[in-house]
């Protein structure tokens, strides 16, 4: 299985911020990755996929960089509906996703 | 506008087999386009995936659950279904149905459904 290692685990924010979130594949994924939005009570919401395009409906704030083993998901400037925990999903082999990261207000 | 529900049993004993279905409304099943898959969240493994049909029958699953998982569709009724055999505590998680685009993306969501395995 390819594992994916996603850091920090929980991030502290105030709006307005610029939030990175990272994601390391176990091994190549080449860019078949994807970011889900996770709120409490609320299933996963796609964000980005193929690493960096923007699904339909997704406000450009969010930004999605990487390939190979490593990537990146950007907030540019933190909203109030955007706390939430994000999850990478790899694409390339199988379907493993993430531990999660947790963004919290500061 | 799709929407997917899942439905079936809170509470499933030890050893027993897990059921759940997937209802797809506002469209076919049978789109040639997409898959449809079934995630479960726990809150001790995070998110993982299940397995994955396609309106034929074709069907994926991860290889840690295949040996106890089953998969099916029923097209009449726009539905695909779960069944995981010989669950323990461990297989306790919120179970989501989910649209599977290009086998590699999951791009809508059902509400989720949370089964109990407890005697």
């Known amino acids: 299985d390819i594992q994916m290692t996603q850091s920090p685990s929980s991030v502290s924010a105030s709006v307005g911020d610029r939030v990175t979130i990272t994601c390391r594949a176990s091994?190549?994924?080449?860019?078949?990755l994807a970011w889900y939005q996770q709120k409490p009570g609320k299933a996963p919401k796609l964000l980005i996929y193929a690493a960096s395009s923007l699904q339909s409906g997704v406000p450009s704030r969010f930004s999605g960089s990487g390939s190979g083993t490593d990537f990146t998901l950007t907030i540019s400037s933190l909203h109030p509906e955007d706390f939430a925990t994000y999850y990478c999903?790899?694409?390339?082999?199988?379907?493993?996703f993430g531990g999660g990261t947790k963004v919290e207000i500061k | 506008q799709l929407q997917l529900q899942e439905s079936g049993p809170g509470l499933v004993k030890p050893s027993e087999t897990l059921s759940v279905t997937c209802t797809v409304s506002?469209?076919?099943?049978?789109?040639?386009?997409?898959?449809w898959g079934w995630i479960r969240q726990s809150l001790g493994k995070g998110l993982e995936w299940i397995g994955t049909i396609y309106y034929s029958g074709s069907t994926y699953y991860n290889l840690s659950l295949k040996s106890r998982v089953t998969i099916s569709v029923d097209t009449s009724k726009n539905q695909f279904s779960l069944k995981l055999s010989s669950v323990t505590a461990a297989d306790t998680a919120i179970y989501y149905c989910a649209r599977h685009w290009r086998l590699r993306y999951f791009d809508l969501w059902g509400r989720g459904t949370l089964v109990t395995v407890s005697s």
């Open positions: 506002g469209g076919s099943i049978s789109s040639s386009s997409y898959y």
């Open positions: 999903q790899q694409a390339n082999s199988f379907l493993t």
């Open positions: 091994q190549d994924i080449s860019s078949w």
